[in-house]
């Protein structure tokens, strides 16, 4: 009997199972995973519209976290939202705490597709610190935007990957719409060109691009062939269907 491979989800639910832990499990699963999950916060949306977030308290989450390493063991975690960069940073080191070579993956959520806005007025320097504990963030071009105001795409990208390895989704960019970019190794970019001629569009589609990342990476695929994967799993998801909410291929 072939031996699970467990891989985490710190993120909310959404109870329309497009974005968050519901759909970071089933993205696990169909890249052959067990994915475990730990609650950040209970949301009221569908997948057009999004009415209120309540936070799961700092030591709710912290007890799910080290309950589940007393059982498992985990070498991937991906992030979503979380109700500060504070609660984010301690989360990591937490993380760190258990498993000093776990690979930490964080989707920089600034704002719900249907339009909720999260961590607008927090102090980028506890961020700062994050990235420096993270192996990938995944933010797309109107995320990237939002991460310390008073620097360029081009200063931000620099200064970010310093840090950490950077998967830029292209989905909201202007210019070459859906061409992603990686910055790893400080200095090393990877562009992958949509391989679809049209996508429809879908609800939680970011969740999913780092859930699959994260997959690849427990998966020990190398850095590029792990983005490279996981843009064209994000791909099969976005054209799997014609309405909002995706499915995902089951392997």
């Known amino acids: 009997m072939?031996?699970?491979?467990?891989?985490?989800?710190?993120?909310?639910?959404d109870p329309s199972g497009g974005a968050g832990l519901t759909s970071d499990i089933k993205t696990f699963e169909a890249h052959g995973l067990y994915g475990l999950s730990v609650c950040t916060a209970i949301t009221v949306q569908n997948d057009i519209?999004?009415?209120?977030?309540?936070?799961?308290?700092?030591?709710?989450?912290?007890?799910?976290?080290?309950?589940?390493?007393?059982?498992?063991?985990?070498?991937?975690?991906?992030?979503?939202?979380?109700?500060s960069w504070e609660v984010l940073l301690e989360?990591?080191?937490?993380?760190?705490?258990?498993?000093?070579?776990?690979?930490?993956?964080?989707?920089?959520?600034?704002?719900?597709?249907?339009?909720?806005?999260?961590?607008?007025?927090?102090?980028?320097?506890v961020f700062e610190e994050v990235l420096h504990h993270s192996d990938f963030i995944t933010p797309n071009y109107d995320e990237i935007k939002g991460?310390?105001?008073?620097?360029?795409?081009?200063?931000?990208?620099?200064?970010i990957s310093e840090k950490t390895n950077i998967y830029?989704?292209?989905?909201?960019?202007?210019?070459?719409?859906?061409?992603?970019?990686?910055?790893?190794?400080?200095i090393v970019q990877l562009n992958i060109p949509p391989k679809a001629t049209s996508v429809f569009e879908k609800h939680g589609s970011g969740c999913v691009l780092s859930s699959a990342l994260a997959s690849n990476i427990a998966k020990e695929?190398?850095?590029?062939?792990?983005?490279?994967?996981?843009?064209?799993?994000?791909?099969?998801?976005?054209?799997?269907?014609?309405?909002?909410?995706?499915?995902?291929?089951?392997?």
């Open 49 to 83: 519209d999004f009415k209120e977030c309540i936070w799961i308290e700092k030591e709710v989450i912290i007890n799910q976290i080290i309950t589940l390493f007393g059982r498992f063991e985990i070498s991937v975690v991906k992030i979503g939202i979380i109700q």
């Open 168 to 186: 830029l989704k292209g989905g909201h960019r202007e210019d070459k719409k859906g061409w992603d970019e990686v910055y790893h190794s400080k």
């Open 91 to 125: 989360i990591v080191q937490i993380l760190k705490k258990y498993n000093p070579s776990i690979k930490i993956v964080i989707d920089p959520i600034l704002k719900a597709s249907a339009g909720f806005d999260f961590h607008s007025k927090e102090d980028l320097k």
């Open 221 to 251: 695929l190398s850095l590029e062939d792990a983005c490279i994967h996981a843009k064209r799993y994000t791909e099969q998801f976005l054209n799997s269907n014609k309405t909002l909410l995706g499915e995902h291929n089951y392997k």
């Open 147 to 159: 991460l310390f105001p008073y620097k360029s795409i081009e200063e931000k990208i620099e200064f």
């Open 2 to 13: 072939k031996q699970k491979q467990y891989i985490l989800t710190i993120a909310g639910h």
